[in-house]
C-alpha cells in the first residue's frame, strides 16, 4: 500500500522558518508530480507549491519568494522549507502526489495525513 507521511510542522513566531517533509512509500512505480497544498480554518485547500518530475516549480503567488520547494526522487520526498512566516500562512499542510503503483500499474492521486503549522506570537 502507498502512503504518504508529512513532518516537521510546529508552533513558529512570525518571521520564522520551518522545513515541512513528505515521504512517500509503498509499491511505488513512479511518482509524477509532487505538491503542497494547505488548508486554513475555515477556507477551501489550496495550492501552494508543486514540482513536477522533470520541470520547475510552480508556487501561489501569496509564498513567492518565501517558500522553496525541492524534491529527492532517490527518497520518493518531497520538501517545503518555508521562511518569513506570516501568521496568514497558519494552516494545516498536505503533501500530494500522483504515483504508480507497481502491482496494478495504475497512476492515482494520493494525500498525506496533513501537518499543522501555526505562526504566532
Known amino acids: 500500500q502507498i502512503q504518504l507521511v508529512e513532518s516537521g510542522g510546529g508552533l513558529v513566531q512570525p518571521g520564522g522558518s520551518l522545513r515541512l517533509s513528505c515521504a512517500a512509500s509503498?509499491?511505488?512505480?513512479?511518482?509524477?508530480?509532487m505538491n503542497w497544498y494547505r488548508q486554513a480554518p475555515g477556507k477551501e485547500r489550496e495550492s501552494v507549491a508543486g514540482?513536477?518530475?522533470?520541470?520547475?516549480?510552480t508556487y501561489a503567488d501569496s509564498v513567492k519568494g518565501r517558500f522553496t520547494i525541492s524534491r529527492d526522487n532517490a527518497k520518493n520526498t518531497v520538501y517545503l522549507q518555508m521562511n518569513s512566516l506570516k501568521p496568514e500562512d497558519t494552516a494545516v499542510y498536505y503533501c500530494n502526489a500522483r504515483i504508480r503503483d507497481s502491482y496494478s500499474g495504475y497512476w492515482r492521486e494520493y494525500w498525506g495525513q496533513g501537518t499543522q503549522v501555526t505562526v504566532s506570537s
Open positions: 514540482m513536477p518530475s522533470g520541470g520547475s516549480a
Open positions: 509503498g509499491s511505488i512505480s513512479s511518482i509524477a508530480a
